[in-house]
């Protein structure tokens, strides 16, 4: 009979190679797209969760009906995270602009810009519908 003892641990070695070498392309990071698309998806449910807030106890109406422009950027100013740029339009059923005043804290977004768009509805006798269009950003 032939030797084969030492093709054997040539196969063997070989193969435990091609085991370690899979394991490591694997695991290694692959680099995607995915934070950016994350990072403006959260932006986009924070503005909704901040404009659903505002809107659960009817503050959103009543500073809308009042036209009270500075209390609401105000309000944004506090409920919104430092260092996100956001920038609020009000309109009415007629989608015709309602808000006189700026309600935005910047004049840039930047790039990752994302809207989260609202239907405020008053609760007063004589009910308005209201949409809200907040762009949120991050500063470039």
């Known amino acids: ?3 084969n003892k030492g093709q054997i641990r040539i ?5 435990a190679v091609s085991v370690m070498f899979s394991a490591i392309l694997f695991t ?3 680099p995607s797209t995915a934070p950016s ?4 998806n959260n932006l986009k449910k924070l503005g909704m969760q901040v404009l659903l807030s505002l809107d659960s106890n009817g503050t959103l109406g009543r500073l809308i009906e009042d036209e009270d422009w500075t209390k609401l950027r105000e309000t ?3 409920t919104l995270p430092q260092g996100v740029f956001y920038n609020l339009t009000v309109y009415d059923e007629s989608m015709v602009k309602i808000n006189s005043g700026e309600i935005s804290n910047t004049n840039q977004l930047g790039q ?9 509805v008053t609760q ?4 308005h ?3 809200i269009r907040l762009l949120l950003g991050w500063p470039n």
Do not use: G, H, K
């Open 124 to 127: 007063s006798p004589d009910v």
């Open 1 to 3: 009979m032939l030797n």
């Open 112 to 120: 990752e810009a994302v809207m989260a768009q609202y239907l405020c």
């Open 11 to 15: 196969i063997e070695a070989f193969l």
């Open 37 to 40: 698309f994350d990072r403006q």
């Open 76 to 78: 944004l100013d506090l």
């Open 129 to 131: 519908f209201y949409t």
């Open 28 to 30: 290694a990071p692959m």
